[in-house]
C-alpha cells in the first residue's frame, strides 16, 4: 500500500485530506509541522 506523509499546521486540513487519502486506498501519516514531518519522513523511509 503507497504511503503518504501530509505535512501541514493547519488541523482541519490535515485531517480532511488523511480521510479522503485513507478513502481512496493510501496509508497515511500525519504531521503539525516541518521538524515533526521531517522525523516522521525519516522513521518511514529507514523501516
Do not use: C, H, S
Request: glycine share 8%; net charge negative.
Amino acid at each position: 500500500m503507497p504511503k503518504i506523509l501530509v505535512v501541514d499546521d493547519e488541523q482541519n486540513m490535515r485531517t480532511g485530506l488523511k480521510d479522503n487519502l485513507e478513502f481512496e486506498g493510501y496509508d497515511v501519516e500525519t504531521a503539525n509541522d516541518g521538524e515533526q514531518g521531517l522525523k516522521k519522513f525519516l522513521r518511514i523511509v529507514i523501516t
